[in-house]
């Protein structure tokens, strides 16, 4: 097994802000907007971006919640391996607001695909985007892009893209591992 570095800490800070930064430009004050982090990890990368968001530019009242996609995925109960549920918290309505969806790496599409079954249980959202840190884009199994992408990746399927988080993982970086 080998693995590169796609991305070290420096260049994952400079990414968190630029994301930061294009999300204001759409939203603006996010009256109207709220961000949904997509479990397990796309917690991580919504709570680093509300951070940046309320310590550096100031956005007051952001409303940020994490939603648990398990028992809405198409491949729930295929495989031998059981799949633990993870905590939604969402404590705000969904209802016409404009929904950004939060994840790690867009890689098949499925996961956003049961997210956005999901977040049908909390109102009929006014517009949905998808943020992504990593996009893998040759490996899509549905029609599914981001809006705002950190880093394309071409990563073909035998290798697996890996993002590590400084809270979870003791560092901030992103390898390409090659099984």
């Known amino acids: 097994m080998s693995q590169k570095v796609l991305l070290n800490a420096k260049e994952v800070n400079i990414i ?3 994301l930061a930064c294009q999300l ?3 939203h603006n004050k996010f009256t109207n907007t709220v961000l949904v982090g ?8 919504a709570n680093r971006l ?3 968001l309320n310590e550096d530019y100031k956005i007051k009242n952001l409303k940020l919640g994490y939603l648990d996609i398990t028992f809405y995925r198409d491949d729930f109960r295929r495989g031998e391996k059981t799949l633990e549920a993870n905590t939604t918290q969402i404590d705000f309505i969904v209802e016409d607001k404009n929904v950004v969806f939060i994840d790690d790496v867009l890689y098949t599409g499925r996961s956003i695909r049961a997210a956005l079954t999901a977040i049908q249980s909390f109102g009929r959202p006014q517009e949905i985007e998808l943020l992504t840190l990593i996009d893998r884009r040759f ?5 599914i892009q981001p809006d705002y992408r950190g880093r394309q990746v071409d990563a073909i399927n035998n290798e697996k893209v890996k993002v590590n988080w400084f809270e979870n993982d003791g560092e901030d970086s992103v390898y390409l591992i090659n099984n």
């Open 24 to 26: 204001i430009e759409k």
């Open 50 to 52: 509300a951070k940046i």
């Open 139 to 143: 490996s899509r199994h549905l029609p």
């Open 38 to 45: 997509i479990q397990p990890r796309g917690k991580y990368l």
């Open 16 to 18: 968190l802000n630029r």
